[in-house]
């Protein structure tokens, strides 16, 4: 796999489905997608049964927090399909580095979520302020994180301004 496989795969699914929507992107696959209360301490987590794909998202997640979900359980679909079969991939802590699987369903999601272009243009200025770049996309500073790896990995110069942290989603709040 080269440096771009990733962002290529995301840009290929976007062709194909016409949006950057990850809930949008599981129904054209037909991917039953659901929400449930049952697992707390779980953001989501997808498995394959009877030849059909199913995504579970925790409820009680913020929208925004879903939708993050929602394209990093679709990663885990694209990416690691032969896995589901094996069992569920279940993601209790998103931004993990130290899990191969994850590290790639967190730069797919990042990749989806995230366009280049919108990067380039919101870095413009010189001022730019990281964090309000975070709220105004409704995307976390450590998805954010993944984009800027993701832009650097591929030959753009963005800073990164904070260390990828891989137990981020597991603090209580």
């Given at each position: 796999m080269?440096?771009?496989?990733?962002?290529?795969?995301?840009?290929r699914?976007?062709?194909k489905?016409?949006?950057?929507?990850?809930?949008?992107?599981l129904?054209?696959?037909?991917?039953?997608?659901?929400?449930?209360?049952?697992?707390?301490?779980?953001?989501?987590?997808?498995?394959?049964?009877?030849?059909?794909?199913?995504?579970?998202?925790?409820?009680?997640?913020?929208?925004?927090?879903?939708?993050i979900?929602?394209?990093?359980?679709?990663?885990?679909i694209?990416?690691?399909?032969?896995?589901?079969?094996?069992?569920?991939?279940?993601?209790?802590?998103?931004?993990?580095?130290?899990?191969?699987?994850?590290?790639?369903?967190?730069?797919?999601?990042?990749?989806?979520?995230?366009?280049?272009?919108?990067?380039?243009?919101?870095?413009?200025?010189?001022?730019?302020?990281?964090?309000?770049?975070?709220?105004?996309?409704?995307?976390?500073?450590d998805?954010?994180?993944?984009?800027?790896?993701?832009?650097?990995?591929?030959?753009?110069?963005y800073?990164?301004?904070?260390?990828?942290?891989?137990?981020?989603?597991?603090?209580?709040?």
């Amino acid at each position: 796999m080269g440096k771009t496989y990733i962002y290529d795969e995301v840009e290929r699914l976007v062709r194909k489905c016409k949006t950057r929507n990850p809930f949008d992107i599981l129904s054209a696959l037909n991917v039953v997608v659901m929400e449930s209360n049952a697992y707390q301490k779980l953001k989501g987590y997808c498995f394959s049964a009877n030849r059909t794909i199913y995504v579970i998202i925790n409820d009680s997640l913020h929208p925004a927090e879903k939708n993050i979900v929602a394209a990093h359980e679709l990663a885990h679909i694209i990416l690691h399909r032969k896995m589901l079969q094996l069992a569920p991939l279940k993601d209790n802590i998103l931004y993990d580095m130290k899990s191969e699987t994850e590290y790639e369903a967190n730069l797919f999601a990042a990749d989806l979520l995230i366009t280049d272009n919108v990067i380039r243009d919101m870095s413009k200025g010189e001022d730019i302020d990281y964090f309000r770049m975070c709220q105004t996309l409704s995307v976390s500073p450590d998805l954010m994180n993944f984009k800027l790896f993701s832009l650097i990995k591929r030959g753009y110069a963005y800073p990164m301004p904070l260390n990828m942290d891989s137990k981020f989603l597991r603090k209580e709040k």
